[in-house]
């Protein structure tokens, strides 16, 4: 998150880690496009640009945020709740994350070019 907070992603000056690997290469958005800019978002209380640049990536938030506060809990040596999902619902976000990720944000039509996320380089 200091990372995001140090260099605006949001913005068209280049950061030190440079351009989108997977966009670089394949030409088209990938599992990570749009992850930098949505945590900027995310931070910077826009919800709704945050769902614009990685919608699949925000909808995981609420459970990875609950994991990294059971995960301190106990390294203080409390106890905390474990919230456990199903398997099949591991695999379906999985699956789903990618399916979004990879083909949907990149279909050239309406109403998937609204997620679709630009290359600033």
Request: charged share 10%; with cysteine; proline share 7%.
């Amino acid at each position: 998150m200091s990372y995001v907070l140090a260099f605006d992603p949001t913005d068209r000056v280049a950061d030190p880690t440079g351009p989108c690997l997977w966009h670089a290469v394949f030409g088209i958005d990938g599992p990570g496009c749009g992850g930098t800019r949505m945590v900027w978002y995310l931070l910077h209380g826009d919800l709704v640009q945050a769902g614009r640049h990685h919608l699949a990536a925000l909808l995981a938030v609420p459970y990875a945020l609950y994991a990294l506060l059971a995960w301190t809990v106990s390294a203080f040596g409390g106890r905390m709740r474990v919230w456990r999902v199903p398997q099949w619902v591991l695999w379906g976000y999985g699956i789903g994350f990618l399916v979004y990720a990879v083909v949907l944000r990149n279909l050239p039509w309406e109403p998937f070019t609204w997620f679709y996320v630009p290359n600033l380089v």
